[in-house]
């Protein structure tokens, strides 16, 4: 009997992506961080495989995302199961900020004081938000020259939080719910959960949203307030301020010296730091 020629099969045709990622596992710890993969990955219509092939940058393009974001979801992709490269984690940019406007007192509003005092104590002891969020007033105590932070991973010496601690502390027993409250950084207003309260701790995310209004306002008083040759210096401090978060903080705080609270972000911290001090200016005379 001959055989007469068969053309190819018809190709299987293909899962929708939204099928596609369902049968796929969010991986354990990165939930959420899965969900807005998966989600972003869906806006342009691609599944797994597609995103597999063609990489982040159309995703990333397409929702702003900045490199230290790209890297984070590329490594949540490969935990999940799609074989992205992950690309290196980008070293701080800047590596080097001031950061010290942020920590002055210029008023004596509740508000003002509570994100004024979080980032004259981070400053020295740049703790994650998590950890400030759960931070006790019974663990910090006033001496005469400084701060010190006691937890249970041990005891800080915080230099340069004074003024603002008592600042804090002298407006917050002003109100009977601010003074009754054991935390460092308590709602200072009533939030839309059941549970909320005055003097409540705050969310993480309330922290992060507290801290970047923060650093927009200070970004407002360096622009109105400087004037002649310091004016340019300012414009560029707060054209940076105005996009900082609380972990840009934290880890330019790690860069300049500060004292590790927490593995991480250590390991950056110190590249950082080795290149800023190779970076420096020999000193005259040398």
């Not at 099969?9 to 596609?20: G, H, I, K, Q, W």
Request: aromatic share 6%; proline share 10%; charged share 25%.
């Amino acid at each position: 009997m001959s055989r007469t020629w068969q053309g190819p099969l018809p190709e299987m045709p293909s899962v929708p992506a939204a099928r596609a990622w369902q049968r796929l596992v969010p991986p354990e710890g990165y939930a959420v961080q899965w969900r807005r993969l998966v989600d972003a990955a869906l806006e342009l219509g691609l599944g797994p495989e597609e995103l597999a092939t063609g990489g982040m940058d159309d995703v990333a393009a397409a929702r702003g995302w900045k490199p230290a974001t790209v890297t984070l979801y590329s490594k949540v992709a490969r935990y999940g199961g799609v074989p992205l490269p992950t690309p290196p984690t980008p070293e701080p940019d800047p590596r080097t900020l001031d950061l010290r406007p942020l920590c002055e007192v210029r008023g004596e509003q509740p508000e003002h004081l509570r994100s004024v005092v979080w980032c004259a104590i981070a400053l020295h002891w740049p703790a994650p938000v998590g950890t400030f969020r759960d931070l006790r007033r019974e663990q910090v105590h006033p001496t005469a020259r400084r701060l010190l932070v006691r937890t249970e991973d041990g005891e800080w010496s915080v230099p340069g939080a004074l003024r603002a601690w008592h600042a804090w502390e002298d407006v917050r027993n002003r109100f009977p719910a601010l003074e009754r409250s054991p935390w460092v950084l308590p709602a200072l207003r009533r939030g839309p959960g059941f549970t909320s309260e005055v003097g409540g701790r705050l969310s993480s995310q309330a922290l992060q949203v507290t801290f970047a209004k923060h650093a927009v306002r200070t970004a407002l008083h360096l622009r109105g307030t400087t004037t002649g040759g310091g004016r340019a210096r300012a414009d560029a401090l707060a054209a940076v301020y105005e996009t900082l978060s609380y972990d840009s903080f934290r880890r330019l705080a790690l860069a300049g010296g500060a004292e590790p609270v927490a593995a991480r972000g250590a390991v950056r911290a110190e590249r950082a730091a080795r290149a800023n001090k190779a970076a420096a200016p020999a000193a005259p005379g040398r």
